[in-house]
Structure formats: structure tokens, C-alpha cells
């Protein structure tokens, strides 16, 4: 039996449903790249941390951290917890404010983010190449505009 045009989805819809679904493969294919290309032990969670802090290159509370990565204070936790423990921040206490903390990234950290880079930029750049830069450059307005949205709405 032939769908009607009452039982088919708008064509709105079914446009948003293909973007969304390329941009969830296109996620967990990213992920599994680089995360193969990261080095022993780090996490795209750890890499992405310390790719912030040297971005910004200043100390951040956790909580700041993880509003900024749209994760719960206790996830964000555990993760400094355990580029603490490799030696990739240092955090310390405010001292204004006993309960509060700061993280910073240490020149151990620059370096493991530094090879993280080195490890996996010639395989995105290669992915880049293949597509051709003037198809990507055309394509991330669409995609920041869709994060803004998403974050807008992650309220």
C-alpha cells in the first residue's frame, strides 16, 4: 500500500533527520580516528581539556570546564582526576575560597597535547584534502551554526 502524502514526514523533516544522522556518524568516525591516533593512554575527554587550557592559557575552575564541554561537575572530575595523576594539570586551591579549585596545564600537559596533535593532524588534514578545502570552508558556517543552536537550546 502506497504512502500518502498525510503519513509522509515534511520535507523539513526528513532534512533534519539526514543532517543529524551525518552529523552523529561523522562524530563517531572522528572520535575513532583520532582516538586510535592519540597517544598511549590519553582519551579524546583528556585531550580535549588540555587543548582548551593551552588554548586559553589560564587557570579554569572545574565547574567552568564542564560547562564548557556540556558535562556534569562529577564527570569533569574524574577527568582532571586522572590528568593529575598523569601529570598533565596541576590543580590548586583558591585561596580566597576554600571550596573552590583551579586547574591549569602543566608543560607535561602542553607536550602530551602537543603529540596528540603531531599523532593525529595529518590524518584530518588528509580527510580535508580528500573533500578539498573549498567544500569544507563552505560547510562550516552550517556547522557552527548548528553548535550555537545546540548549545542555545542546551539550557
Do not use: C
Amino acid at each position: 500500500m502506497p504512502i500518502s502524502e498525510t503519513d509522509r514526514p515534511p520535507a523539513n523533516d526528513r532534512l533534519a533527520a539526514s543532517l543529524f544522522a551525518e552529523v552523529l556518524i561523522a562524530e563517531q568516525l572522528s572520535r575513532n580516528l583520532i582516538g586510535k591516533a592519540l597517544p598511549r593512554g590519553m582519551q579524546i575527554s583528556h585531550f580535549s581539556v588540555l587543548n582548551l587550557l593551552a588554548h586559553v592559557n589560564e587557570e579554569r575552575t572545574p565547574a567552568q570546564l564542564a560547562q564548557a564541554f556540556h558535562v556534569t561537575r562529577g564527570a569533569m572530575t574524574n577527568t582532571l582526576s586522572r590528568l593529575e595523576w598523569a601529570g598533565h594539570v596541576h590543580i590548586r586551591p583558591d585561596w580566597d575560597d576554600a571550596r573552590r579549585k583551579f586547574v591549569s596545564i602543566s608543560p607535561a600537559g602542553r607536550a602530551a597535547r602537543d603529540a596528540a596533535i603531531a599523532a593525529f593532524m595529518p590524518l584530518i588534514a588528509q580527510v580535508v584534502r580528500d573533500i578539498g578545502a573549498d567544500k569544507v570552508r563552505t560547510a562550516l558556517p552550517v556547522l557552527r551554526e548548528l553548535r550555537i543552536r545546540l548549545e542555545d537550546s542546551d539550557g
